[in-house]
């Protein structure tokens, strides 16, 4: 009798520890994820728009109705990801999410020069050679200092009415996000 | 020897059926932490992000999604009235009240399963900052109905419950300190279709 209660009492302790192993290795082994349903519908650097009848709703879409958005993924090994659009709409804004599809870094037009979006992610270790001698092309961009190796790049633009489309779309379809080797 | 096998099928049973129970109940069923309460309005300021609980961050990754960034925006959600009613499509609200300061807000109506409402014809459940009227003198308001109204309507489609989102862009709110102080508009129950 004393036995089976020790079994249980190590059966408790069995279960904390394997309910603490699920709370953390959940974000690692997620499929619904953003990065793990981009993975599988496009390749890296690859700019998708995100809209509930693209890509037969494989991938979330914003559920603003007034929000349109295009992803790209990245991996800072190639070199920094350069992410730039011509045109100009009333709002953008940008996120970087980690490969677990979460959000670790945020800016709005707000921060970039005459609202234009040109900006670089880069690491820490990419920054110091860049500081050096900064490329021509990075001129005028905007620098993202980041942890994140590999993630997405996500764009959000925002369609005040459907007269609007066009000129949203067109800022869509001039969005590339391409890695630059440096030194 | 029989028993000391079956002790240990007892320990690893509970232990992974235990473990694993418990987890799925609380992703499941228990409400997420870190809410931000202004009126009826609720909002998740870390959802999505690396300084969300684990629960939370569990959570989010089982449903996948892109939440606003802190620099982008804040969403907010209300799925009850000022008066703890459930909102509901047949009702008519009106929102009144002040907004937090932000470049660009929308507010839509959405199922309770956050997506948004069929547009009626050619309107759409939702209105942005840009399309409302003020006029002199008249405090800020909204109606929220299934009936044409005046002024800033939005119109709503369908029956059953609904949400409300409101989302601000570009809003000091989200980065700044005051969260706990926010001034969020009122929803207020007008009358409901029989």
């Known amino acids: ?183 | 020897m029989l028993k000391t096998v079956f002790l240990t099928l007892v320990t690893l049973a509970v232990a992974i059926g235990g473990g694993a129970a418990s987890a799925w109940m609380i992703l499941e069923n228990v409400p997420p932490v870190g809410a931000v309460a202004a009126g009826p309005w609720t909002a998740f300021p870390d959802a999505g992000t690396p300084e969300a609980d684990p629960y939370s961050r569990a959570r989010f990754t089982r449903e996948g999604g892109i939440p606003l960034g802190r620099s982008e925006g804040l969403v907010f959600t209300a799925s009850r009235d000022s008066a703890e009613r459930a909102l509901r499509r047949a009702c008519t609200y009106r929102i009144e009240g002040t907004i937090p300061a932000a470049r660009l807000w929308t507010l839509h109506a959405a199922d309770p399963s956050g997506m948004p409402l069929a547009p009626k014809g050619r309107r759409q459940a939702a209105l942005h900052s840009g399309m409302i009227l003020h006029r002199e003198g008249v405090p800020f308001a909204i109606t929220i109905s299934p009936h044409p109204a005046p002024d800033n309507w939005l119109a709503v489609t369908g029956s059953g419950p609904m949400q409300l989102v409101f989302t601000l862009l570009d809003t000091p709110v989200s980065t700044g300190v005051s969260l706990g102080e926010l001034a969020m508009p009122d929803i207020l129950q007008v009358r409901c279709d029989a």
Do not use: K
Request: charged share 15%; net charge negative.
């Open chain 1, 1 to 183: 009798m004393l036995r089976l209660l020790y079994a249980l009492l190590l059966g408790l302790l069995g279960a904390g520890i394997v309910h603490i192993a699920i709370l953390f290795m959940l974000p690692a082994h997620s499929e619904r994820d953003i990065w793990s349903r981009l993975s599988a519908a496009a390749p890296p650097y690859a700019m998708v728009r995100l809209g509930p009848n693209r890509l037969g709703g494989e991938i979330p879409a914003p559920v603003n109705p007034f929000l349109t958005a295009a992803a790209c993924r990245f991996d800072l090994a190639d070199g920094p990801v350069h992410v730039e659009a011509e045109g100009a709409v009333p709002f953008w804004s940008m996120s970087i999410y980690d490969s677990n599809g979460l959000n670790v870094f945020s800016i709005s037009d707000r921060t970039a020069a005459d609202g234009a979006l040109d900006v670089v992610a880069l690491d820490p270790g990419q920054m110091q050679r860049i500081r050096g001698e900064l490329p021509a092309e990075f001129a005028q961009s905007v620098f993202i200092e980041t942890g994140v190796e590999e993630g997405i790049v996500l764009v959000r633009a925002f369609v005040p009415d459907e007269t609007w489309q066009g000129v949203v779309g067109r800022f869509f379809s001039g969005l590339s996000c391409t890695p630059r080797p440096v030194g």
